[in-house]
C-alpha cells in the first residue's frame, strides 16, 4: 500500500510539473525569431522569481507553480516588453526596433549581416535564410555575400580556390562528394558560417574556405528534441523528387544528429558542337548534337554524437554515406560524323561512406583520424549506327579509392594575449581504376585497357601565432610544410598565410589576408582511361601535377553589412578541363591539363539595403581582369585576357506579416570571360519566388522559379591557331520548384520518462 501511494503521489508531482511549465516565443514585428533576448519572470507583484534567455529559435521556458505572473523581455536593440499572464503557454511576444530621436537624427537598431569573431567573417545562417527560399545547405551557401556557383562549383569572389569543411574538421570526402552531401542537407542543421579568404592551418585547408557549424555540437542545458522533415518537388524538362528528414537530441552531456534524403528523379544535358576540324590539310565541317539522358536514385544518412566531459574535454564520432543503386545514362549522338548510342549503367551500386572521429581537450589539445572509402563500378554500350563506321564495344570501368587522414593540434593561450598553435596532417590514399574493352564489331580497342594502382602520402607541419596587440589591430599568422607524393611525382612546398584584422571603430573594420593553397586534380582526371562518346571523347590525364596558388585581399566592412573587396589571385599550374580538336584524327578530345598560370585581379562590393522593413535588397558587384597563358596546350600555345564583370540583385520582399508571406526576386548577369584559350558568352538568370510560413513558424511552403528564360548557360567559342569550333550547352536550368518543410520539438523534461516496470522481475527475498 505505501509504494501504491508514493506511486500515486510521483505521478501527481511528475503530471503537475508537466502542467506548470510556462513557454512562450519572442518574434520581431517581422515574425524573425529573436535569439538572446533576457526573459524575467515575476508575481503579480513584481516579486522576482527566475530569469532565462531566448534561444536561436526564439523559444524560452520556465518551470513555475505560478498560475498569474508578470513577464519582462528585454534586448539590446528591441523596445522593452512587460505584460501579465494567466496562461502558460504566453503564445507569440513581438518586439519592436529601438528609435531613438535626437536631435532630428533617428537611430535604429539592426541585427548586423556579419560580425568578426576571432578574426574570421561570421554568418547566423538562421538568419541569413531566414526570408529565404532555400531547401538544403548547399543552397544557404549560396546566400553567402561574396559566394556564387560557377561551373557547378562554389566559388568565393577574390579567391581562386574555395573549400568547405564542418564543425573545423577536415575529411576526406571531396569536395564533389561533399557538395553532393550539402545539397542533401537540411538547413535546420545549420548553426553558423565562417568565410575565411586565409583558413588558419588548424582548419587543414588552405586558401578560401567556409567553414560550416552544425548544430549537432550543440549541447543544451536541458534535453532537447528537434527535428525537420521537407519534400520537394522540382520540374525541369523531366521531373525530380525529393525527401529529407532530420533529428537532433541534445542533453547537458550528449548530443545526436541524424539526417536521412532521398533523391528520385531524371536529368537532361547535352551541347550542340559546329567544329571546323582540320585535318590532313583540309577542313572537315562536322555539327553534332550530344543529348543525354540521366535516371537516378540516391540515399544520403548521417549520424553524429558528441559526448561532453569533464574540463571541457569532447569526443564526437559521426558516419556520412551516399548510397546511389541505380544511375543509368543514355547518350545520342547524332549528326554529320555519327549517329551513335551510348549506355552508362552501374554494375555495382555507387556507393561513398565517410567516419570520422574527433578529440578535444580543455587545454587546447584536437586530435582526429577521418577514413571514405568510395566506390564506382560501371558498364558502358557504346554502337555507331552510321553504314560505313559501324562499330559496336562495351566498357567495363571501375574506381575504388580509400582515403585515411590523421591530425594532431595543439594550441597555447600565453601571456599578454598571445596564442600559440602547431600540428601536424598525415594523409594516404589508395587508387584502382580499372578499364577493359570488349569489341563485337569495328576496331579492336584493346590496348586501350588500363588496370593500374596509385598511391598518394601527403606530410604537413605547421605553426603559427594568434596575437592582439590592442583593442583594434589582431594578427593571425602561420607557415605550413608539405610533402607530397604521387606514384613517381614527389615535392615539397611552403605555405605562408596571414590575416590582419584593423577595428577602426564597431562600424568600420579593415581585414587584410594573405593566403597560399594547393589544388589536388581528381583521381579520375588522373587515370589514362578514354570514353567514348561519338565525335567527343573523354581522355584521362596522367601527367597531370597539383596547382599552387597565392592569394591577397583587402576587405572594408562598414557597418557590419557593407563589405567591400580588392584581390589579387596568382594559381601557378592551373588545371581545368578543354576541348581540343585532335589534329590526328577526326575527334574532339575533352581533356584535363596545366596552364602556365592564371590570374585574376578585380574588386568586389556586397551592399544590402532595408526599406522599411518591406523590400531588402542586396546587389553585388564584381568587376575583374582575367589573364590565362600556357606554353604546352597540347601542341599549341595561347596568351588570353580579358576584362568583365559580374552582377546580381536579390529582393526579398514583405508581402504579408500576418499571415507571413514574403517574395524574393533574384537576377544576374555575367559578362562575356574567358577559359583558357576559349571564350565565355554573355549569362544572366531570373528567379522568382513565393514562401509561406504558418502553424507558429513551423511550416513552409515555397514555390519558386529557377532561370526563368533558361539563359544561365555559356556559348563557348574558339578560334585559335588550328582550333575553330563553336559549342552551345544545351540548356536545362529553368526549374519550378514546389517545398514543404515541418519543424517540431522543444523541451524534454526528466520527468515525462517512463520506467520499465521491474516489480515483477527478480527473486524475493
Same mark, same amino acid.
Given at each position: 500500500?505505501?509504494?501504491? +501511494?508514493?506511486?500515486? +503521489? ?18 520581431? =514585428?517581422? =515574425? ?6 533576457? *526573459? ?42 512587460? =505584460? $501579465? ?43 541569413? +535564410?531566414?526570408?529565404? *527560399? ?126 536521412? $534524403? ?116 560501371? *558498364? ?13 564495344? $562495351? ?20 601571456? =599578454? ?43 604537413? *607541419? ?42 577602426? $571603430? ?35 590525364? @596522367? ?115 500576418? @499571415? ?106
Amino acid at each position: 500500500m505505501k509504494k501504491i +501511494v508514493i506511486s500515486t +503521489v510521483l505521478l501527481f508531482v511528475i503530471f503537475s510539473a508537466k502542467a506548470q511549465m510556462i513557454t512562450g516565443k519572442i518574434t520581431d =514585428n517581422n =515574425n524573425v525569431p529573436v535569439d538572446y533576448a533576457t *526573459i524575467v519572470l515575476q508575481t503579480p507583484d513584481s516579486v522576482y522569481v527566475n530569469s532565462t534567455y531566448t534561444d536561436s529559435l526564439g523559444m524560452f521556458q520556465f518551470q513555475s507553480n505560478l498560475s498569474e505572473f508578470r513577464l519582462i523581455v528585454q534586448h539590446l536593440l528591441y523596445l522593452p516588453y512587460e =505584460n $501579465s499572464f494567466s496562461k502558460q503557454d504566453v503564445g507569440t511576444i513581438l518586439l519592436s526596433e529601438k528609435e531613438n530621436t535626437l536631435n532630428e537624427v533617428v537611430i535604429k537598431g539592426e541585427r548586423p549581416l556579419v560580425q568578426i569573431v576571432n578574426g574570421l567573417m561570421t554568418y547566423d545562417v538562421g538568419r541569413l +535564410v531566414e526570408n529565404k *527560399i532555400v531547401n538544403n545547405a548547399y543552397e544557404s551557401l549560396l546566400q553567402l555575400p561574396g559566394v556564387i556557383e560557377q561551373n557547378d562549383q562554389l566559388t568565393l569572389i577574390g579567391s581562386n580556390s574555395l573549400t568547405v569543411i564542418i564543425n573545423g574538421k577536415p575529411t576526406t570526402m571531396t569536395q564533389d562528394q561533399l557538395a553532393q552531401f550539402l545539397k542533401n542537407m537540411p538547413v535546420a542543421m545549420l548553426d553558423k558560417a565562417e568565410v575565411m579568404y586565409s583558413a588558419p592551418p588548424q582548419y587543414h585547408v588552405r586558401g578560401g574556405a567556409i567553414n560550416l557549424i552544425l548544430k549537432d555540437g550543440a549541447i543544451t542545458d536541458s534535453n532537447r528534441l528537434q527535428g525537420q522533415f521537407n519534400s520537394t518537388y522540382d520540374q525541369r524538362f523531366y521531373a525530380k523528387y525529393g525527401a529529407k528528414a532530420s533529428l537532433f537530441y541534445t542533453t547537458p552531456k550528449f548530443s545526436v544528429d541524424f539526417m536521412y $534524403s532521398l533523391d528520385k528523379g531524371t536529368s537532361r544535358n547535352g551541347e550542340k558542337i559546329s567544329s571546323y576540324h582540320l585535318f590532313q590539310g583540309q577542313i572537315d565541317d562536322i555539327e553534332q548534337a550530344e543529348k543525354r539522358k540521366s535516371l537516378y536514385l540516391s540515399h544520403n544518412f548521417r549520424l553524429g554524437a558528441t559526448y561532453q566531459m569533464k574540463g571541457k574535454s569532447k569526443i564526437s564520432l559521426s558516419y556520412t554515406s551516399s548510397i546511389t543503386p541505380r544511375e543509368n545514362t543514355y547518350n545520342i549522338s547524332d549528326g554529320t560524323f555519327s549517329q551513335s548510342t551510348t549506355t552508362d549503367r552501374q554494375s555495382l551500386p555507387t556507393q561513398m561512406h565517410n567516419v570520422a572521429l574527433n578529440y578535444t581537450t580543455g587545454f587546447g589539445l584536437d586530435a582526429g583520424v577521418d577514413y571514405t572509402l568510395y566506390k564506382d563500378h560501371s *558498364i558502358q554500350d557504346f554502337r555507331e549506327n552510321m553504314p560505313d563506321k559501324k562499330q559496336t564495344f $562495351s566498357t567495363e570501368a571501375n574506381q575504388d579509392v580509400s582515403r585515411f587522414s590523421a591530425y594532431l593540434d595543439q594550441t597555447h593561450s600565453l601571456k =599578454n594575449d598571445w596564442k600559440l598553435n602547431y600540428g601536424v596532417k598525415f594523409s594516404f590514399a589508395n587508387e584502382h581504376n580499372l578499364q577493359k574493352y570488349f569489341f563485337e564489331t569495328g576496331p579492336d580497342l584493346s590496348n586501350l585497357n588500363i588496370d593500374s594502382r596509385q598511391k598518394e602520402h601527403t606530410y604537413n *607541419i605547421y605553426a603559427g601565432f594568434t596575437k592582439s596587440f590592442s583593442e583594434k589591430f589582431s594578427l593571425i599568422a602561420s607557415l605550413s610544410g608539405e610533402y607530397y607524393t604521387f606514384e613517381d611525382y614527389d615535392e615539397w612546398s611552403i605555405f605562408p598565410s596571414f590575416q590582419a584584422t584593423y577595428t577602426y $571603430s564597431p562600424q568600420k573594420i579593415w581585414q587584410l589576408t594573405l593566403s597560399s593553397d594547393k589544388s589536388y586534380p581528381p583521381y579520375w582526371q588522373m587515370s589514362g582511361t578514354t570514353k567514348y562518346l561519338g565525335y567527343s571523347e573523354i581522355q584521362g590525364n @596522367p601527367s597531370l601535377i597539383p596547382s599552387k596558388d597565392y592569394n591577397p585581399t583587402l576587405s572594408y566592412i562598414f557597418k557590419n553589412k557593407y563589405i567591400f573587396s580588392v584581390f589579387y589571385d596568382y594559381a601557378y599550374k592551373y588545371f581545368v578541363q578543354l576541348p581540343y580538336q585532335s589534329p590526328d584524327r577526326l575527334a574532339l578530345i575533352f581533356k584535363t591539363v596545366n596552364f602556365d598560370f592564371k590570374q585574376q585581379a578585380g574588386v568586389n562590393a556586397v551592399l544590402p539595403f532595408n526599406i522599411k522593413n518591406i523590400w531588402m535588397p542586396r546587389l553585388t558587384l564584381f568587376g575583374f581582369y582575367n589573364h590565362a597563358k600556357s606554353s604546352h596546350f597540347h601542341d599549341l600555345s595561347f596568351d588570353n585576357k580579358r576584362l568583365g564583370y559580374y552582377t546580381a540583385l536579390n529582393n526579398m520582399i514583405v508581402i504579408s506579416s500576418e @499571415p507571413n508571406i514574403k517574395a524574393e526576386v533574384e537576377a544576374a548577369y555575367t559578362d562575356r570571360n574567358i577559359q583558357g584559350p576559349m571564350n565565355l558568352g554573355r549569362m544572366w538568370y531570373l528567379n522568382a519566388g513565393v514562401k509561406w510560413t504558418f502553424a507558429n513558424n513551423k511550416a513552409e511552403l515555397s514555390l519558386k522559379g529557377g532561370d526563368l528564360f533558361n539563359s544561365w548557360s555559356p556559348d563557348i567559342r574558339m578560334n585559335y591557331a588550328t582550333q575553330n569550333f563553336r559549342m552551345n550547352v544545351i540548356p536545362d536550368s529553368r526549374t519550378v520548384s514546389l517545398s514543404f518543410t515541418y519543424k517540431f520539438g522543444g523541451e524534454i523534461s526528466h520527468e515525462n520518462r517512463k520506467e520499465v516496470d521491474t516489480s515483477r522481475f527478480g527473486k524475493g527475498q
